[in-house]
């Protein structure tokens, strides 16, 4: 669906690409390929997408600004620290680290 999405847009020869979480709810290698299709479309055009994924920011993007209670807490590099992520995320990014699973033990 994802990728339908970004079709109609480039047909439409935007001024300006708007990608809203583009990559929510799919898996690994399928967010890879959005990612892929998007990275190339800002070098002729501006891209401004929701992410929340720092992985993929990192990966991807050339710039990250985060807001937190509608103030920006943070413009630069995608690459960011643990340090970073946790003033950004805070609280959030706790609760997820303590309930991640389990590793599977294969024998």
Known sequence: MQRVAIARAIF???ALLLADEPISNLDPSNAK???KLIRPLS????????????????????RVIAIKD?????????KLSNDQLVEIYGEELH???????????IN
Do not use: R
């Not at 994924?53 to 993007?61: L, R, S």
């Not at 609760?95 to 033990?105: F, K």
């Open 12 to 14: 439409q020869s935007p």
């Open 33 to 35: 390929v959005i990612m």
């Open 43 to 62: 070098e002729n055009i501006p891209v401004v997408g929701v992410f929340h994924q720092p992985e993929m920011t990192a990966k991807y993007c050339t």
């Open 70 to 78: 509608g103030k920006i807490i943070y413009d630069g590099d995608p």
């Open 95 to 105: 609760q997820l680290e303590q309930h991640e699973p389990p590793a599977l033990a």
